[in-house]
């Protein structure tokens, strides 16, 4: 696994994170599914 540094408008951070904890994952994973979701819906 690799890291990434990733900057997050001020009106995005918030919600992503409240979203993260509201279905009980880091925002981290919730990152990495919200790519991992758009990459597979980019190769359809």
């Not at 690799?2 to 001020?10: F, G, I, Q, T």
């Not at 925002?27 to 597979?40: D, I, P």
Request: glycine share 2%; proline share 5%.
């Amino acid at each position: 696994m690799s890291a990434l540094s990733l900057r997050l408008p001020n009106s995005l951070h918030p919600r992503a994170r409240e979203l993260a904890e509201r279905e009980g994952i880091s925002l981290n994973q919730f990152v990495s599914t919200a790519v991992a979701e758009k990459l597979s819906a980019a190769h359809h």
